[in-house]
């Protein structure tokens, strides 16, 4: 009998090996050999290449250290608060005019939305350079109306970066509300409104309470993208705006820091943890009520 059941046992296991491999070789190693690399003195070039050794918090202690660091720091948070509330605010709002409109409506509209969102990051970003360049389609129509022309991406090329990657990730959202609002019971609305409850009252009262968790999860997700946004930013200011995955960037592969580059990835790591705690909290919270 209880060889049956090792047997059945190995039977039932055995199949997930061939996956737990793959994690442990594509997830869990990578992430080790992240975490080692941030205490190293790893580097491309100098006697750092040919003689890598361990250096402790070194690091940690010359990023918290590096006034580079807060500044990029202090970037990563207004691109990451400017994107997350424009596209999960702009999503809603088109998911909500859609709702009431009819199919040929909804198609078309859709169709739009997500012809940016479908594009790959670097197009996406190609297509946004083009739009706020000083010949760009902006200062044309500018002109057209009688507007000087600005130069948006120098002047202000992190409003400009935060408007593009609004345009490039508000169709995630929109799908996201679109299906919460049509699993929206159609009675309960219904009820509100023969009780003299409003559009503006019922979105209130009715709505956003029925779809709350699908809001903070849509929140959620957008900032854990966002956070790593790379592409749309290095490609449209170089390195004027400097988030901290450009940052990291620079460090690691211009100035060939392979090991401090290690370390602000690591801090990137902790702020998409962080957010993501609170996010949990907040609709664990709000389930125990």
């Known amino acids: 009998m209880e060889a049956y059941k090792k047997k059945r046992f190995l039977e039932k296991y055995i199949y997930l090996v061939p996956a737990v491999l793959l994690m442990l070789f594509f997830f869990i190693w990578p992430v080790v050999l992240t975490v080692y690399y ?13 003689s890598q050794s361990f250096v402790g918090l070194e690091n940690y202690k010359r990023m918290f250290s590096d006034s580079a660091v807060q500044t990029s720091i202090v970037t990563t948070i207004a691109f990451l608060i400017g994107s997350v509330v424009g596209q999960t605010i702009l999503g809603f709002i088109i998911a909500l005019l859609m709702k ?16 940016a969102w479908v594009m790959p990051e670097t197009v996406a970003a190609i297509c946004a350079y083009t739009f706020f360049t000083d010949k760009g389609t902006l200062n044309l129509i500018l002109e057209a109306v009688g507007t000087g022309p600005v130069s948006w991406l120098f002047k202000y090329p992190l409003a400009s970066v935060i408007i593009a990657n609004i345009w490039h990730g508000t169709a995630f ?6 299906s919460a609002l049509d699993n929206v019971p159609g009675e309960v609305a219904e009820s509100a409104k023969m009780d003299g409850a409003g559009r503006i009252q019922n979105l209130i009262y009715i709505t956003i309470p029925i779809i709350k968790d699908t809001i903070l999860t849509n929140t959620m997700l957008i900032t854990l993208s966002t956070l790593g946004t790379f592409g749309m930013v290095y490609t ?8 901290l995955p450009v940052f990291m960037y620079i460090r690691a592969f211009k100035n060939y820091e392979l090991g401090y580059g290690t370390a602000i990835s690591m801090l990137v790591l902790l ?3 962080v957010f993501s705690i609170f996010y949990v909290r907040v609709q664990n919270k709000d389930g125990a009520k």
Do not use: D, H
Request: charged share 10%; hydrophobic share 50%.
């Open 38 to 50: 941030s205490f190293t003195n790893l580097a491309l070039t100098g006697t750092a290449a040919s």
């Open 100 to 115: 009431e409109k009819n199919r040929i409506f909804r198609r078309v509209v859709g169709a739009v939305v997500l012809a």
């Open 236 to 243: 449209m200011t170089g390195t004027t705006v400097q988030t």
């Open 173 to 178: 959202s929109m799908m996201v509300y679109q």
């Open 271 to 273: 702020i998409g943890a």
